[in-house]
């Protein structure tokens, strides 16, 4: 079974600095898919990001990029010019690509705090 | 609006009396899911649908059950509840690519705070 990890339970930035979460995953597959989603207070889970493992060009989505190091098995997340409102919970999630598999697994998550 | 619904949004009940949490989603997805989450888990997916009377174990199964009669719902029943299935519970669909496997954005419900006394 795929594990994903996050080493980090919590971390802190200041407003406007740049902070980058970690996450590491165990896979034997060649082919998957890689996601980063946000809970904030609210509880909503939100998709900020997705990365096809086949895909060798790094995902980026505005103030969001990863770095994908798929020798190392590595897809950390990360967030420029931090603002108050990405304080949250991050989870990093992977999924098997291919017919017939469908199962997601999260990380533990990463709670992160903005400094104003 | 696309949306996944979920209710209750929060229920205490008792060890022992049969609950049901529905999830309807309007959006035409096939594949929806439930997870719950715990404080140092994360999520964990205990059930899955691929398509209409096509379910699958996730990764905490024991204690729940699961039926997709109609591609917009997809409620998750617990038939004893017991005190170590207090969590959060949430719900997500989404589309399934042509090729099978592919999933695409998941869409969350609000969740589901549940507490078993």
């Not at chain 1, 994903?4 to 034997?28: F, G, H, I, K, R």
């Not at chain 2, 649908?49 to 096509?54: A, G, I, L, R």
């Amino acid at each position: 079974a795929q594990t994903v990890t996050q080493s980090q339970p919590e971390m802190s930035v200041q407003e406007a600095e740049t902070v980058t979460l970690s996450c590491t995953y165990d896979t034997s597959e060649s082919d998957y898919y890689l996601f980063w989603y946000k809970q904030p207070p609210s509880r909503q889970m939100i998709l900020v990001i997705r990365q096809e493992a086949y895909k060798q060009q790094n995902a980026t989505e505005n103030r969001f990029s990863v770095n994908f190091q798929k020798a190392a098995k590595s897809f950390s997340l990360k967030i420029s010019d931090s603002q108050l409102g990405d304080a949250a919970m991050y989870f990093c999630a992977y999924k098997n690509s291919g017919a017939g598999s469908y199962q997601l697994t999260f990380g533990k998550g990463t709670k992160l705090s903005v400094i104003p | 609006e696309a949306q996944v619904t979920q209710n209750p949004r929060y229920l205490i009940t008792v060890t022992g009396k049969k609950l049901t949490v529905t999830c309807s989603q309007n959006m035409n997805h096939e594949y929806m899911s439930w997870y719950r989450q715990d404080p140092g888990l994360g999520l964990r997916q205990i059930y899955y649908s691929m398509n209409v009377e096509v379910t699958d174990k996730g990764d905490v199964p024991e204690g729940y059950k699961v039926s997709r009669k109609e591609k917009r719902n997809f409620p998750l029943i617990l038939e004893s509840p017991s005190p170590n299935q207090t969590s959060l519970y949430f719900c997500a669909s989404s589309l399934l690519g042509l090729a099978g496997g592919e999933i695409y954005e998941q869409y969350f419900g609000p969740g589901t705070r549940l507490t078993v006394t």
